[in-house]
């Protein structure tokens, strides 16, 4: 059996659009295809490539709320990279959450995390581990410097890193 599989994400409106940010924020993204009742109508369907992974959009008036339940992942190579792309979500109307999440401008959830983090969180020392979660939990943008300074017992206070802030 051959099977495709992507991510539907449903729009009330302007998929479109979301689509057009998106597909401008990653290497290997574009849009593949775009299905219309009519030729003048809105998209309905909206086949994308996001970073190399298969979506689609789907515009369909009023629907299912989004949440953090379904989240869209990216894990980059550099912090500045990761800095780069939560800037430009939020700069296009996100909201900043914690830990690396923001919600984007329709309700989409994202981490956008740097290289670094996971061994900071998941390495093989639970007390690091512990101090690396501690330091997170503050941030809102992650700082994998501060992480990695926290899992090592180095001192990474509130405001420590650009990406370091208190969840208030």
């Known amino acids: 059996m051959t099977a495709t599989v992507r991510t539907c994400l449903w729009f009330e409106a302007e998929a479109e659009r979301a689509v057009g940010l998106y597909v401008s924020l990653l290497q290997d993204s574009r849009v593949d295809g775009v299905v219309r009742p009519a030729p003048d109508a809105p998209a309905l369907l909206i086949h994308f490539t996001l970073a190399g992974v298969p979506y689609t959009a789907l515009q369909a008036g009023p629907g299912p709320v989004h949440s953090a339940a379904a989240s869209i992942a ?29 919600t984007d401008p329709w309700g989409i959830s994202w981490q ?57």
């Not at 983090?117 to 410097?145: C, P, S, V």
């Open 74 to 102: 990216v894990v980059l190579d550099r912090q500045e990279a990761a800095d780069a792309l939560y800037d430009r979500l939020i700069a296009a109307g996100g909201s900043p959450v914690e830990c690396g999440w923001l």
């Open 112 to 168: 956008i995390i740097p290289d670094g983090t996971h061994q900071a969180l998941f390495g093989g020392d639970a007390e690091a581990n512990q101090r690396a979660y501690a330091a997170l939990r503050r941030m809102k943008k992650i700082d994998a410097a501060v992480l990695a300074r926290a899992a090592a017992g180095e001192e990474a206070g509130e405001g420590a890193g650009e990406g370091a802030a208190p969840t208030g």
